[in-house]
């Protein structure tokens, strides 16, 4: 660590971390009321909107925490404001804590989501992003906090290279994004036209424009790798993703009562939008090979097992069915389900870890530490999410067959076809919340216990 500043980094891994095992704890209770709907004492519906706006928040402060190590270093320079940063982390956190609470409010008692000023207290009902109107304008005063902090810093510095650009044009990408998401529009159509610009244009454009700078970062820290020929890959997937995943925005467009332009524009785009996410696995691979003496393996093995399961998840797995002759069939089964819990994991959980495995070691001063719990967490993890993506996609599968071609009851189909799958799932979700916790109890310890010899 070479800046004073980029501790910082750590308070918004932490927060990353809790957040991490809450989403997965949830998720675990989610995969149970699939088979005993009374499981819990919140329903399903509270608890989905807890796991899924957990892995969202968890992501992004963990995207920042990164941005607050990798820009001082770009930068040659501390943070332009360091106190002002660590408001920006204490109001993200609290207002973020305030939406779960909320949440869990709502849960228990619905008629506490009232009308104030003309809008919901606790919960806008829009799926995926349900935080309420005084929610959102604190998360989007954070964030331009945070990306002024960031400028500042690069300006006045006087530093300016490709990935850190990259990284911040990817961070005001994603924060623009989330503006449409504050409009409300009382037709179902426009509402929902604008609502995957939030959605589709995070996921699939901002955070992969981010994921490659990042992926640029890391190659160049343990491998010693050359700054200019990771440049040159990182402009070329940056490009190619932008590319095909702005247009590709359109396979969400088919069914919402758009010009059936739309099909054509979005299947196309669609299975593009692979072809970055390969080069991205090439560039790993090649820059390993090309350079042997590696500072950290572990991260090193993050890093690279992360671009394989960016392409596999968001790449294979989500062209396998929005190509329009096919989606028609599946759009809104179990596949749909598959293709988010593989590409999540792939394209931005193992990002996120990765950039903790390269970046905290060096924060604690711990060149040396113990990675066998860290190696030990990833295999659990990953085997028990590609068990809970195969056992979601043969569930999606035969939905599809049952409710899709011989036209069963959609109620019918979810109680009888599926107790096994759902089983399964669970068993599984069981097997990467104990990843998990091994993860987080990685990073608490990581650095504070001596390396085995």
Not at 56 to 78: D, F, I, K
Not at 351 to 376: E, W
Not at 422 to 438: A, E, M, N, S, V
């Amino acid at each position: 660590m070479k800046y004073q500043s980029q501790k910082l980094a750590q308070h918004f891994y932490t927060f990353a971390v809790v957040l991490f095992l809450v989403q997965v704890l949830v998720g675990v209770i989610a995969a149970a009321q699939f088979i005993w709907p009374d499981f819990f004492i919140l329903n399903f519906n509270t608890i989905r909107t807890l796991h899924i706006n957990a892995l969202v928040v968890w992501l992004l402060v963990g995207l920042m925490g990164a941005t607050y190590y990798v820009v001082p270093e770009e930068s040659q320079s501390e943070l332009w404001n360091l106190p002002l940063a660590k408001l920006q982390f204490w109001a993200t956190v609290i207002a973020t804590s305030a939406v779960i609470v909320g949440y869990i409010i709502q849960g228990l008692f619905p008629q506490a989501n009232t009308l104030i000023f003309g809008t919901l207290a606790l919960n806008e009902g829009r799926e995926y992003i349900e935080a309420p109107r005084w929610a959102d304008w604190l998360i989007a005063i954070s964030v331009i906090l945070f990306l002024i902090i960031n400028f500042m810093t690069m300006f006045k510095s006087k530093k300016w290279t490709g990935i850190q650009g990259t990284l911040l044009a990817g961070l005001t990408f994603l924060a623009l994004m989330y503006l449409p998401g504050m409009v409300y529009m009382k037709s179902m159509v426009k509402d929902q036209y604008w609502w995957w610009w939030v959605v589709h244009l995070w996921v699939e454009g901002a955070w992969e424009v981010i994921a490659g700078a990042l992926l640029a970062f890391m190659l160049m820290k343990v491998t010693n790798a050359k700054r200019e020929v990771l440049e040159k890959w990182m402009y070329l997937e940056v490009g190619l993703v932008l590319f095909t995943g702005i247009l590709g925005t359109g396979h969400h467009y088919y069914w919402i009562g758009t010009p059936g332009y739309w099909l054509w524009i979005g299947g196309i785009f669609s299975s593009l939008e692979p072809i970055p996410l390969l080069m991205m696995v090439w560039d790993a691979f090649r820059t390993t090979r090309e350079h042997r003496v590696v500072s950290n393996k572990l991260g090193l093995f993050y890093a690279t097992a992360h671009a394989i399961f960016n392409f596999v998840g968001a790449g294979l797995w989500g062209v396998i069915h929005t190509l329009p002759q096919v989606n028609k069939w599946t759009h809104g089964t179990q596949l749909t389900t598959a293709h988010g819990h593989l590409a999540f994991y792939g394209a931005y959980v193992l990002l996120v870890m990765a950039m903790i495995y390269i970046t905290l070691p060096l924060i604690r001063g711990a060149a040396n530490f113990d990675t066998s719990r860290g190696y030990r967490s990833f295999w659990w993890l990953t085997i028990s999410m590609v068990f809970i993506v195969l056992t979601i996609t043969g569930a999606g599968m035969v939905q599809t067959y049952m409710e899709r071609l011989m036209g069963l009851d959609y109620v019918a189909v979810k109680a009888n076809y599926n107790l096994w799958f759902w089983i399964f799932r669970g068993i599984f979700g069981l097997g990467f919340l104990y990843g998990t916790w091994l993860f987080v109890l990685d990073f608490f310890k990581l650095g504070k216990e001596q390396a085995k010899a």
